[in-house]
């Protein structure tokens, strides 16, 4: 089975921009998180969601959204990108409930 | 108000000793808990988990501990090898639900 993959692994943008960025989810897994994690820093949780609703958000600013597609993919957006929001973005799937897989993560870097 | 805390950032072990890494939570509703290991540019790989019902689980050279009294969980890994350098990270949720990650403890093994 194919892993959790995520597009683009590498982003360079300015302040100000926008971003989308990509998860596919391992096949037959319905929920998807998203997590940033900047250094020095736990893995901060983003939101998930599952059969295309959200079903948790965590404690981040209406600047980031997220969607999850009827195929369980999903993308997420930064609008007006800060320094601050230069991190490794981390995209997990996982089936129901229970175990957690990771992708390699995209690694936003906003000058 | 941080939730999961691996108050060890970082612990260096001899090659061949046993590396403990501990977890503290906060929240007893917490019930199921889970461990995954780091490596630089690559999404965190889940490595064992415990469900509240055990106080135990094992696999192969990794173990965790959970004192669900003390809040308090543990990897333990035995034989420590220079392949297990990495960041490790707790994680802990409610019903199998999103999960609560610590900030990671850096496990460096010297040969």
């Known amino acids: 089975k194919a892993g959790v993959t995520q597009t683009p692994r590498y982003l360079i943008k300015t302040r100000g921009q926008q971003v989308t960025l990509s998860c596919s989810p391992i096949s037959g897994h319905r929920s998807v998180s998203w997590y940033q994690q900047t250094p020095g820093q736990g893995l901060q949780f983003l939101f998930e969601?599952?059969?295309?609703?959200?079903?948790n958000k965590g404690n981040f600013p209406g600047r980031f959204s997220g969607r999850q597609f009827s195929n369980s993919r999903s993308e997420m957006n930064v609008s007006t990108l800060e320094l601050g929001d230069s991190a490794l973005y981390l995209c997990a799937s996982k089936h129901r409930a229970g175990t957690q897989y990771f992708g390699p993560g995209t690694r936003l870097l906003v000058l | 108000d941080q939730q999961v805390k691996q108050n060890s950032p970082s612990l260096s072990v001899q090659e061949g000793r046993i590396s403990i890494l501990n977890c503290d939570y906060t929240?007893?509703?917490?019930?199921?808990f889970l461990w995954y290991k780091k490596y630089p540019a690559e999404g965190p790989t889940f490595l064992i988990s415990?469900?509240?019902?055990?106080d135990k689980n094992e696999d192969g050279r990794f173990t965790v501990f959970l004192n669900k009294s003390a809040k308090h969980l543990s990897l333990h890994i035995v034989p420590s090898q220079p392949g297990d350098s990495a960041v490790y990270f707790c994680?802990?949720?409610?019903?199998?639900?999103?999960?609560?990650f610590g900030d990671g403890t850096t496990l460096t093994v010297k040969p």
């Open positions: 929240n007893s509703m917490f019930d199921y």
């Open positions: 415990i469900s509240s019902i055990k």
């Open positions: 969601y599952f059969s295309e609703t959200q079903r």
């Open positions: 994680a802990a949720s409610v019903d199998a639900g999103k999960s609560t």
